[in-house]
């Protein structure tokens, strides 16, 4: 028997335009002119708005336009939406040369660029965020995603659009409820590789919330954090989400996904205090600093303990029994198994730990998923 080994490694460049312009001039840098066919995917509460200034300027492209609506939910990322974007591109008669332009927040995108990616192997895709969290989190780092019939997220792909195009002006017109979700993800991105993003969300907090350029600025910084986590190990960014998918899959997605990813680091923080890998101190700063920002720090009362740790051991970093986290040691240092990127914990001990935790009234919130939609 002969055999060789050999390392392909795939190149993907992604272009990120950062943009405060009214009149989304930024858009110009983008050579839509190239594409004989352009197929827009958008969340159609947008078509009067964004969708259609946006449209606007490609036109000018006078390429060949093909509109794709859908609804900005969750259930959209399914294996039934993926089949009727497939069949739509194939008698569209997309190819490979053509571009697909996903417009809308981390549900349509997540969706748009599984699709891009499986179609033809891969057909060039242009991210156009309108959310908080999908300039933040959803389009910055190719990780494209559907869920299972029980599970978030669980069938995905690495997939890089050719560019993302940030406006800040766009997320004006957003809420604070969806503002909320986004500063969560950054938050994260934060506690993971940036004291500076930290002391940039600190004065943000003292700000009101209200500060244009420096909202700009931890973009930046969070997408150049997103990136350096990329080339380590996609996985290593979900600190929070081994408990948080499991909440929002808990709750059929009645709970928003960065409402419970942020409870999520919660948890997380709370396990690597019971681990001894963080300080009482650094626990109760970031704490203070979640505070500040108004992010979500609470579950529903409902909320089971088996059927969440059921749902963990579902996780993408999960193993059997051994359910995977990304636990903190310090701010942008994470606790490891050893020969492992992740920390590896039974599933008996999980279930001890959040019934121990589930103790606390304070922590516990009578239906807490339903009024966490009207805390905008």
């Known amino acids: 028997m002969k055999k060789f080994s050999a390392n392909v490694i795939e190149n993907q460049k992604v272009n990120f335009l950062f943009d405060?312009?009214?009149?989304?001039?930024?858009?110009?840098?983008?050579?839509?002119?190239?594409?004989?066919?352009?197929?827009?995917?958008?969340?159609?509460?947008?078509?009067?708005?964004?969708?259609?200034?946006?449209?606007?300027?490609i036109k000018k492209s006078k390429s060949e336009l093909h509109f794709i609506p859908l609804k900005g939910i969750e259930n959209i990322k399914s294996l039934r939406e993926v089949e009727k974007l497939l069949?739509?591109?194939?008698?569209?008669?997309?190819?490979?040369?053509?571009?697909?332009?996903?417009?809308?927040?981390?549900?349509?995108?997540?969706?748009?660029?599984?699709?891009?990616?499986?179609?033809?192997?891969?057909?060039?895709?242009?991210?156009?965020?309108?959310?908080?969290?999908?300039?933040?989190?959803?389009?910055?780092?190719?990780?494209?995603?559907?869920?299972?019939?029980?599970?978030?997220?669980?069938?995905?792909?690495?997939?890089?659009?050719?560019?993302?195009?940030?406006?800040?002006?766009?997320?004006?017109?957003?809420d604070r409820y969806s503002h909320r979700q986004g500063l969560s993800e950054i938050f994260k991105y934060g506690l993971l590789g940036s004291k500076k993003l930290i002391r940039y969300l600190e004065q943000y907090a003292r700000d009101s919330l209200e500060n244009d350029p420096l909202l700009l600025k931890i973009l930046i910084e969070t997408i150049k954090v997103r990136i350096k986590l990329r080339k380590i190990d996609p996985l290593v960014s979900n600190?929070?989400?081994?408990?948080?998918?499991?909440?929002?899959?808990?709750?059929?997605?009645?709970?928003?996904?960065?409402?419970?990813?942020?409870?999520?680091?919660?948890?997380?923080?709370?396990?690597?205090?019971?681990?001894?890998?963080?300080?009482?101190?650094?626990?109760s700063q970031l704490m203070k600093i979640m505070r500040d920002l108004n992010l979500n720090i609470n579950i529903d009362k409902s909320s089971n303990v088996e059927r969440v740790v059921n749902l963990m051991k579902k996780d993408k970093k999960s193993d059997g029994d051994q359910i995977g986290f990304v636990l903190l040691t310090d701010i942008g240092k994470i606790a490891k198994t050893k020969n492992k990127k992740f920390l590896f914990l039974d599933a008996k001990y999980v279930s001890s730990f959040l019934t121990e935790l589930y103790k606390d009234k304070d922590f516990l919130v009578t239906n807490h998923w339903k009024q966490l939609t009207k805390n905008v």
């Open 20 to 57: 405060d312009s009214k009149n989304l001039s930024g858009l110009s840098d983008i050579e839509f002119k190239k594409f004989k066919k352009i197929f827009i995917i958008f969340d159609q509460a947008l078509k009067n708005s964004w969708v259609k200034e946006i449209s606007e300027i």
């Open 87 to 174: 069949y739509f591109l194939e008698g569209s008669n997309c190819s490979k040369n053509d571009l697909i332009v996903s417009i809308g927040g981390g549900t349509i995108l997540d969706l748009s660029a599984f699709v891009s990616s499986i179609y033809m192997r891969g057909v060039k895709l242009v991210m156009i965020p309108t959310t908080l969290m999908g300039q933040a989190d959803a389009s910055s780092a190719g990780k494209t995603c559907i869920n299972g019939r029980q599970t978030k997220n669980l069938v995905g792909t690495l997939f890089m659009p050719l560019y993302v195009y940030n406006n800040i002006h766009i997320l004006k017109t957003a």
């Open 239 to 283: 600190l929070g989400h081994t408990f948080g998918h499991a909440f929002e899959s808990e709750s059929k997605n009645l709970v928003a996904h960065g409402d419970a990813i942020s409870v999520g680091i919660i948890c997380s923080l709370k396990l690597s205090l019971k681990k001894r890998y963080i300080s009482k101190k650094l626990y």
